[in-house]
């Protein structure tokens, strides 16, 4: 059974903490991503990562930064987190041009 | 740069009715559409995809058609049901399957 676990389901954050989102898949798929959802807006794409060490900018990476390490683990980090980052992130693994395998999200509330 | 419109963004129906979710995208190198049923509190899951070398694919209650001389592909649900209930992403995503770009999401309520 395929799984994607993120490391928290909830956090609360004061504005201008560091904030680490991070991600494990144990389907051995080459591409994360991480995405952020929003009301009315769909999925964005902040970063995905197809390779250990490689990483591409998405469509709204300004704010964000990853990291990943080891290909099971991908990391999503704030680095001084905004009110305006408020939002339910999802990180998602994939193999080729295939269906993506969603983690439960972790609603992020910054304060 | 490149998008996906996806309409209607909230649609009612009847048990038992139809349903139908149209996208459009703008970049003409993609070439896989999958489609996402996310319920309330949980995580999207794919329910059906279609690749640019078809025309259209089913389901048991679910089709998705696909043109993409108009760019243009929609979601069917027939014989709805109350489990049905979710939001709906189209996505399109380009040959490498890195960009995949979603639409805002259908929210589907089906009236029992």
């Known amino acids: 059974d395929v799984k994607v676990t993120q490391s928290s389901r909830y956090l609360v954050k004061r504005t201008g903490e560091k904030v680490f989102l991070e991600c494990v898949q144990d389907?051995?798929?080459?591409?994360m991503f991480w995405y952020r959802q929003d009301p009315g807006l769909g999925l964005r794409l902040i970063y995905f990562s197809y390779d250990v060490k490689m990483k591409e900018k998405g469509d709204i990476p300004e704010g964000y930064s990853v990291s990943r390490e080891k290909k099971e683990r991908f990391s999503l980090i704030l680095e001084s987190a905004s009110t305006n980052q408020t939002s339910m992130y999802l990180c998602?693994?994939?193999?080729?041009?295939?269906?993506?395998?969603f983690g439960p999200g972790t609603r992020l509330t910054v304060l | 740069g490149e998008n996906v419109e996806q309409h209607p963004s909230t649609l009612s129906v009847q048990e038992g009715d139809s349903a139908v979710i149209k996208c459009t995208y703008s970049?003409?190198?993609?070439?896989?559409f999958p489609w996402y049923k996310q319920e309330l509190g949980k995580r999207p899951q794919l329910i059906i995809d279609?690749?640019?070398?078809?025309g259209e694919k089913k389901d048991q209650r679910i089709a998705v058609t696909l043109n993409k001389t108009a760019k243009h592909f929609s979601l069917h649900i027939t014989e709805t049901q109350p489990e049905d209930s979710a939001v709906y992403f189209c996505a399109a995503s380009d040959a490498g399957g890195f960009k995949t770009i979603f639409g805002a999401g259908t929210r589907l309520f089906v009236k029992a």
């Open positions: 279609i690749r640019s070398n078809v």
């Open positions: 389907m051995d798929h080459e591409n």
């Open positions: 998602a693994s994939t193999t080729s041009v295939h269906e993506q395998f």
């Open positions: 970049d003409s190198a993609s070439n896989y």
